[in-house]
């Protein structure tokens, strides 16, 4: 299971997405970001929504099955990185929650979406061994070169 030490996906980027997860307010919007993940670092280049099938989707996700299998192979045929997934919290705690926890498939990183105060702050996380969640730091601008 990797380590992750930081996150950086771009301030535009992070805008796109939020604006998404507010559109679809009041559910829960949900996907997949793609990108490199490397060295202990997470370089997000996109992202893609899938469709949130949930019986209570104003409090949970589910990925439509057929949306989420258009979105693997679209990511495939355009050679394209999983490097995490996302999903809004319209209200509430910007930490993964107990249901959260049970649906991690264990791959990649975590992504919310915090709208719960309007603002719509991201938060990266990672899972360790023994299925603890950890905050990963989460940059929005490149990181200075040395050069």
């Known amino acids: ?4 030490r930081e996150a950086y996906m771009p ?3 992070r805008t796109e997405l939020v604006a ?7 559910y829960e919007a949900c996907g997949v970001i793609y990108g490199l993940a490397e060295g202990g670092r997470i370089e997000a280049a996109g992202f893609s929504l899938v469709r949130n ?3 209570s989707p104003e409090t949970s996700f589910r990925f439509e099955a057929d949306d989420w299998i258009r979105v693997w192979y679209d990511m495939q045929k355009n050679q394209r990185n999983l490097v995490g997934f996302f999903h809004s919290h319209p209200s509430g705690s910007c930490l993964p929650s107990r ?9 990649g990183s975590y992504w919310i979406v ?3 105060d309007g ?3 991201l938060h990266a996380y990672g899972r360790t061994a023994d299925r603890g969640w950890y905050a990963i730091p989460l940059a929005g601008s490149p990181p200075a070169s040395d050069g």
């Open 20 to 26: 998404q997860c507010r559109a679809r307010l009041p």
């Open 99 to 107: 249901a959260d926890g049970e649906g991690w498939i264990g791959a």
């Open 1 to 4: 299971m990797a380590f992750y």
């Open 53 to 55: 099938v949930s019986a």
């Open 119 to 121: 603002s719509g702050q």
């Open 11 to 13: 301030n535009p980027l």
């Open 114 to 116: 915090d709208l719960s």
